[in-house]
T-cell receptor
Framework: NAGVMQNPRHLVRRRGQEARLRCSPMKGHSHVYWYRQLPEEGLKFMVYLQKENIIDESGMPKERFSAEFPKEGPSILRIQQVVRGDSAAYFC????????????FGPGTRLLVL | SQQGEEDPQALSIQEGENATMNCSYKTSINNLQWYRQNSGRGLVHLILIRSNEREKHSGRLRVTLDTSKKSSSLLITASRAADTASYFCATDLIIQGAQKLVFGQGTRLTINP
């Protein structure tokens, strides 16, 4: 059973470009979470999605950031018009149920904005 | 401020010694989880302890939970160089029936050979 997959592992963008981060949850998991980690800090929750639904996006900036988890295919975190402050590691986690269970994390995508 | 706060922020010990890391949190929880993160890598789940549990073991790891003090500790016995990593506690915050994890800043553990 493959773990949570994320790609790309590293992404370099210039200011103003778009960044698309992909996450494939573990098999059988329909709950996906995105977290952001700034250097030397812990992870901060961004958004929680189930298939085709955004359940909680309270941690996601209102502008330039969006997330989706379509019926088919991976979950996508999209950052438009990136700025240097978006440089961070973005982690995806998945779980088989909405609560009371372990969230399994992917290897992360490290975004560098030049 | 952070829901979970680890203490100490950094810890350096000799191989073979025991390492203890502490975590304090502010609000009521259902579960508390400990994760390990090697430098530049993803998070590896170590242990989940529920609010009605006081202690849990997994190999060389021992986790305690004191809900009256809103604190948890992670003990790694007989440390090895491979244990060098950052360790995070994460508490669950239930919103709209769903769990999101709130992480502390982490403890950076260095095991010296």
């Amino acid at each position: 059973n493959a773990g949570v997959m994320q790609n790309p592992r590293h992404l370099v963008r210039r200011r103003g470009q778009e960044a698309r981060l992909r996450c494939s949850p573990m098999k059988g998991h329909s709950h996906v979470y995105w977290y952001r980690q700034l250097p030397e800090e812990g992870l901060k929750f961004m958004v929680y999605l189930q298939k085709e639904n955004i359940i909680d996006e309270s941690g996601m900036p209102k502008e330039r950031f969006s997330a989706e988890f379509p019926k088919e295919g991976p979950s996508i975190l999209r950052i438009q018009q990136v700025v240097r402050g978006d440089s961070a590691a973005y982690f995806c986690a998945s779980s088989p149920a909405p609560q009371g269970v372990t969230q399994y994390f992917g290897p992360g995508t490290r975004l560098l904005v030049l | 401020s952070q829901q979970g706060e680890e203490d100490p922020q950094a810890l350096s010990i000799q191989e073979g010694e025991n390492a203890t890391m502490n975590c304090s949190y502010k609000t009521s929880i259902n579960n508390l989880q400990w994760y390990r993160q090697n430098s530049g890598r993803g998070l590896v789940h170590l242990i989940l302890i529920r609010s009605n549990e006081r202690e849990k073991h997994s190999g060389r790891l021992r986790v305690t939970l004191d809900t009256s003090k809103k604190s948890s500790s992670l003990l790694i016995t007989a440390s090895r160089a491979a244990d060098t990593a950052s360790y995070f506690c994460a508490t669950d915050l239930i919103i709209q029936g769903a769990q999101k994890l709130v992480f502390g800043q982490g403890t950076r553990l260095t095991i010296n050979p």
